[in-house]
């Protein structure tokens, strides 16, 4: 969300009533995010790709799949580009995520392309709905009893990426993840899963789901969240919802979990402590990989930078204008590039 919608939180109730079991899902999942409905149907990605804005259908696990895909204007099938893989929060959209979030802008200016897949909707087997059946990812939040627990999503992303490949000419080694919300506890999970594969990470306000993360390489993490983040609290605990309330653990039990994961110092380091911004890195051990974290004072929990679609501070939180989350994770990426 962000500029990518609102929380399925709020929206909890509505679900539940098709899904009785979704009364345990909701008050399991740390944060859910959701947004607008798609408004834009582009065409199917060729297999000689061009600059432009495509989609592309990928049959996993038995569901055909899209992914939004952006081709920048510098585009010549000659010379590999980097790519970003963006995911969205729960209940939004992979175009919206796009185009809401600046990813579509960014990618004109530096030369990249971006590959934003839709999440399935909490019953797969029906027609996604942000209000009764809003679409999400397979993180590792998700109770066994949900319908949704069932279906890879990192066998999709897998999948998706290797057909990409045969259409569009990007570098391997500069494949980066970036997400929000749920969309950033998946870009935990991928990192997890299929770390050979990622570059680097970035997330905002991001869940950690597993309890003891064991990638086969360190991935390179940026972690960004505000201070006032009713949906994840940076130091956890209950959260008032409009339909009752859940428990939140505190954001440093996840960068504790991830630095092990990943090889990182214990201690952070002082990098930057503004008034509005605070930066700390958790510097790499011999064989690690480091992680940043910047917290933004005074912001909730949409998208820095992104588009608003109005809704109330009472369940986003208050918004800000100070970072650019979408610039300084390219930022971050490009960092990682060339130190490789």
Sequence with gaps: MGRNGID???????????????????????????????????????????PGTYRLTTV???????????IPKSYDSKTPLPLVLGLHGGGGSGERFLIDNGWADLAEAKGAIIASPDGLPANPKQKPNFK???????????????????????????AMLDELAERVKFDPKRVFVAGHSMGGGMAFRFAELKSER?????????????????????????????????????DGGEVKLPWGKR???????????????????????????????????YKPKKSGAKLMVITIEGHG??????????????????????LDATKRIWEFFEDVSAKR
């Excluded at 009764?132 to 897998?158: E, H, M």
């Excluded at 680097?200 to 969240?225: D, M, N, Q, R």
């Excluded at 952070?268 to 008034?275: E, F, L, M, R, Y």
């Design 8 to 50: 399925p939180f709020a929206l909890g109730l509505q679900v539940i009533l098709w899904y009785p079991a979704m009364t345990t899902l909701y008050r399991s999942l740390p944060m859910l995010w959701f947004a607008w409905a798609t408004t834009v149907t582009a065409e199917e990605l060729p297999k000689l790709a061009k």
């Design 60 to 70: 996993s696990g038995g569901f055909e799949r899209t992914a939004h895909i952006h």
């Design 132 to 158: 009764t059946n809003p679409p999400f990812w397979n993180c590792g939040q998700l109770p066994a009893i949900s319908p949704r627990s069932k279906i890879d999503d990192v066998a999709y992303f897998v």
């Design 198 to 234: 990622v570059a680097a990470i970035a997330t905002v306000a991001g869940v950690v789901s597993s309890s003891e993360p064991k990638p086969k390489k360190p991935v390179p993490t940026l972690y960004i969240h505000g201070s006032k983040d009713p949906i994840l609290p940076p």
């Design 247 to 281: 428990t939140s653990k505190p954001v440093s039990d996840n960068l504790a979990i991830w630095t092990k994961a990943i090889e990182a110092e214990a201690t952070a380091t002082d990098v930057s402590n503004q008034k509005d911004l605070k930066i700390v890195e």
């Design 301 to 322: 929990h949409a998208w820095p930078g992104g588009k608003s679609h109005g809704l109330p501070e009472s369940i986003l939180g208050p918004i800000t204008e100070k």
